[in-house]
């Protein structure tokens, strides 16, 4: 009876300060927690007894460069979060017990007592960086134009998301959230059942009854609530910017990509991933219908890069434990952040001393840059791609030839990534078919064209980047593909696009060489073989969501047919109607996505066919040993069998 009566009349700050000794003690070591306590010392100001972080403070410390202008939003992330579990008290001022809960959160550490509420971190950090807006609420609910409506109407009809291609229909790329019609109230109100699950895991981890279960926890919803664009637009620059950041190195390492040139990478690779999500000719912020269908699809790893960044905080820049010391630091806060045992340790944050993101390829590499190595650890682990990476072929520096790339690409055993840049070709040339030359014979070879462009109303670049990323070597493939079920095939420009292997059939790469019917390397098309049986054999069967690169390496077309529902490759989740972008290729290159023993075996390989070579070429005929010469005539089959006439030796 005195427990319970004493759960009762906890008070908030009590239960916070209860889930933050929680934290620290299940989260951190002791020496992180010590380094926590002292930053917070160093940095905190003070005010009637309160010590507290101030945004500029803040921003300081972790280094986020001035010209992203992004540590307000990354302090409203703070001081919502920091509110944790009471969120509806958000925003909370930031004293020591609320940022133990931020860095819990913000690097994924929770996880060790709040399992069961892993999932929901993400609305957590769309909350954190939402605005409740009457006039974006509106916008909102607002229904669907008619033409939209009509679209997704014959979407769940079976046919297809405006892909009738008549002018009515398609006069705008639909297909985006903001375009599309807005949830059902079931599906809100199924959404808000479960908006505070992590909010329950940490009270049920303290124990706590009913009373405090039940409170008023959903007072934050997502109704109603949109991140603003050009926010989610400089925390995109933030993440791109600390995707390749480790735990010991400091922001200030990638000073260079935020400069010049550098910078205007930096915001257009934004603005490619940002228009996944949203038209920001349409609509002025994202709302969480959008990210939790879209984030997880293609950007599952966009927030990784906070684990590094906030584990800033675990580390001290001016503490040396080799001196011995004999007093906890400070006495605000819970007691914890007592001196670690044995003191002779240092725990700093220093200069990177890593080598370069890319190697130095002397020029080699166009495509490939750190802005587009960021954007691609969105969605593949950044532990297969920083820092092991291996330019194995370049169009522009070894030809553009099938033949170059199999002898560059086919000796690499570890899984590769292929990039192709392009630019669009005029839609006049493939409709009318007044194309000439190389670029007719492409054209002809395909189907009749169907689709629109695949940019949002609003963005009409030209330039587009596909990709595919295959684990399984490469080989020649004449009658059927290779690949698996991890083969992801992506655009990253202009829209940021990932379309994940299914099920539907195994036709996920090909490598085909003349004389095949239609050689070249085709993603999610039917093999070689079975194009030759198609229902028109003299033109290429393109695969509901594909992408092809003719033989000579000068033509491309992706084709994204929406209203098939996919084949070896499944539809986009952010554009969901039917588009086909055809080009002209720009560049190519592949790379090997691997350490030092890939590229040693790579090397051996490379050596081991280079004195075959050597020796075939030595074989000299008629050099004066005639027993010899027989002998490697008989075992070449050209002499010697009783079914054949060979030529005299006299």
């Not at 260079?256 to 930096?266: F, H, I, K």
């Not at 990476?389 to 086919?410: H, I, P, W």
């Amino acid at each position: 009876m005195g427990q319970a009566h004493s759960e009762e009349v906890r008070s908030k700050e009590d239960i916070t300060a209860e889930l933050a000794e929680k934290f620290a003690r299940k989260c951190f070591e002791p020496l992180e927690l010590y380094c926590l306590k002292d930053n917070f010392k160093s940095l905190a100001d003070h005010q009637q007894n309160i010590r507290y972080l101030k945004e500029d403070v803040v921003a300081k410390f972790l280094e986020l460069p001035d010209v992203l202008n992004v540590s307000p939003v990354v302090f409203q992330m703070l001081s919502y979060i920091g509110a944790f579990p009471f969120l509806e008290d958000a925003p909370a001022v930031l004293g020591f017990e609320q940022m133990i809960v931020c860095v819990a959160i913000l690097t994924d550490r929770y996880t060790k007592i709040l399992a069961k509420g892993a999932a929901t971190r993400r609305k957590l950090l769309f909350k954190s960086m939402a605005v409740y807006d009457r006039k974006l609420s509106e916008i909102e609910k607002r229904p669907a134009s008619p033409t939209v409506e009509a679209g997704e109407e014959s979407k769940e009809g079976g046919g297809g998301g405006g892909s009738s291609g008549t002018a009515a229909g398609r006069s705008h790329a639909p297909g985006f959230a903001v375009d599309e019609a807005g949830d059902s109230e079931d599906d809100m109100g199924a959404e808000d059942v479960d908006d505070d699950e992590l909010v329950l895991a940490a009270l049920n981890s303290l124990d706590l009854n009913d009373a405090f279960k039940t409170g008023d926890l959903h007072a934050a919803s997502t109704h109603g609530a949109m991140i603003p664009a050009d926010n989610f637009r400089r925390l995109i620059m933030l993440m791109l910017l600390i995707a390749p950041l480790g735990p010991t190195e400091t922001l200030s390492t990638y000073a260079d990509r935020v400069v010049g040139d550098g910078l205007d990478g930096l915001r257009d690779t934004a603005n490619n991933i940002l228009s996944s999500l949203i038209n920001v000719e349409r609509t002025p912020g994202i709302t969480f219908a959008q990210f939790r269908r879209i984030i997880p699809a293609n950007l599952p790893f966009l927030f990784q890069g906070f684990n590094s960044l906030f584990e800033h905080f675990l580390f001290s820049r001016n503490l040396d434990f080799t001196k011995k010391r004999k007093e906890s630091i400070g006495s605000s806060g819970p007691s914890i952040g007592s001196p670690p045992s044995p003191p002779a340790i240092r725990r700093v944050l220093t200069s990177s001393s890593l080598p370069p993101l890319l190697p130095d390829n002397n020029g080699a590499a166009h495509i490939l840059n750190p802005n587009i190595l960021s954007q691609l650890s969105f969605f593949i682990p950044g532990d297969e791609l920083f820092r092991r990476m291996r330019l194995l072929y370049s169009g522009a520096d070894a030809g553009f030839s099938m033949g170059s790339f199999e002898t560059k690409v086919f000796n690499w055993r570890a899984p590769t990534l292929l990039l192709v840049s392009g630019t669009r070709l005029a839609p006049s040339a493939d409709v009318h078919h007044h194309a000439q030359g190389a670029e007719g014979i492409f054209t002809d070879s395909l189907p009749p064209r169907r689709f629109p462009d695949g940019s949002p109303a609003g963005r009409s670049e030209d330039r587009v980047l596909f990709g595919v990323l295959v684990k399984q070597p490469w080989r020649a493939a004449h009658k059927e593909c290779f690949g698996d079920a991890e083969t992801l095939l992506f655009q990253l420009s202009p829209v940021h696009d990932v379309f994940r292997a299914s099920l539907v059939n195994k036709d996920y790469v090909s490598f085909a060489k003349a004389p095949a019917a239609f050689p070249g390397i085709t993603v999610g098309c039917p093999s070689p073989k079975a194009a030759t049986q198609a229902r028109h054999p003299s033109l290429r069967t393109l695969g509901p969501v594909s992408l092809v690169i003719d033989s000579s390496f000068e033509y491309g077309v992706f084709t994204h047919d929406y209203t098939s529902r996919g084949g070896a490759f499944a539809t986009s989740s952010a554009r969901r109607y039917d588009f086909q972008d055809r080009f002209q290729i720009d560049d190519i290159e592949v790379w090997g996505c691997g350490g030092d023993d890939e590229s040693k075996a790579q090397r051996e390989r490379w050596e081991w066919e280079h004195r075959e070579a050597e020796a075939r070429r030595r074989i000299n005929l008629g050099t004066g040993d005639r027993e010899a010469d027989r002998q490697l005539l008989e075992m070449a089959g050209l002499v010697g069998g009783s079914n054949r006439t060979g030529g005299s030796m006299s």
